[in-house]
């Protein structure tokens, strides 16, 4: 049965929720009151282009923002409603995030960078753990200096994984990679939602990568557009680039 039937549970449920940036005197409409919900264990697409509202969308899901109006509910809870420390509580608990850019600690190894994560959480991975996860095991010792643009991001979402989050964002986490080593992290990326059941909700601008969902969320214009269910979910090496 796809994971985004019926009979599964939400992770996250966004009501409403619109973002207006004021300029001046002029207001932007980052979102005009989306309504969207994440399923437990699900792998979703955003899809659309630069400008269209995803990134404003995951930062309000992930607790790094909040909206205009509308609501958050996190199982139920209602995060918009949530004290700034209360916030820092669920994304420490709760989220994981995987951006375009690494954000890795030059001066720490793999493993290092990893075990930041670890020794604050709840019920961590060990840092090795995370790293075989994505494939980077014989790689724990190096610096990310030593490693290619594709094991850094692989780094950066075995950091991301090691706290064991109930929900994986991840803003265009291939954006800055060539189409090989954007491969590997993709896979990287399926792995954890498929053995860890991760809720997962993957930004891309690249049509391409949308065969890889359960659902795909089309973005447009601060709304969405369309929602669509992949009955047949492609691997990696299915795709054609």
Request: charged share 20%; aromatic share 4%.
């Amino acid at each position: 049965m796809n994971k985004a039937g019926a009979e599964s549970g939400q992770t996250l449920a966004a009501r409403g929720l619109t973002k207006i940036y004021t300029t001046g005197a002029v207001d932007v409409y980052a979102l005009r009151g989306v309504d969207l919900e994440l399923f437990d264990g699900e792998l979703a697409v955003l899809l659309g282009p630069s400008g269209s509202g995803k990134s404003t969308l995951l930062n309000i899901l992930g607790g790094l923002d909040v909206p205009t109006s509308g609501q958050v509910l996190f199982r139920g809870r209602e995060l918009t409603a949530l004290s700034d420390a209360k916030l820092t509580r669920y994304r420490r608990d709760h989220v994981g995030f995987v951006f375009q850019f690494y954000n890795l600690i030059s001066s720490l190894t793999a493993r290092e960078n990893v075990a930041l994560v670890t020794e604050i959480a709840k019920n961590p991975m060990t840092p090795e753990e995370a790293l075989e996860m994505v494939g980077l095991e014989t790689r724990i010792h190096h610096f990310p200096a030593q490693l290619s643009g594709g094991e850094q991001q692989r780094v950066a979402i075995a950091r991301a994984i090691a706290k064991r989050p109930d929900i994986l964002l991840c803003d265009e986490p291939t954006g800055a990679l060539d189409i090989s080593t954007g491969a590997k992290v993709l896979e990287a990326l399926q792995r954890v939602n498929r053995e860890l059941g991760t809720t997962t909700a993957l930004i891309t601008h690249n049509a391409i990568i949308a065969e890889i969902a359960e659902r795909v969320i089309r973005f447009a214009d601060g709304q969405i557009a369309e929602v669509q269910v992949n009955e047949h979910q492609k691997a990696i090496s299915e795709l054609n680039w």
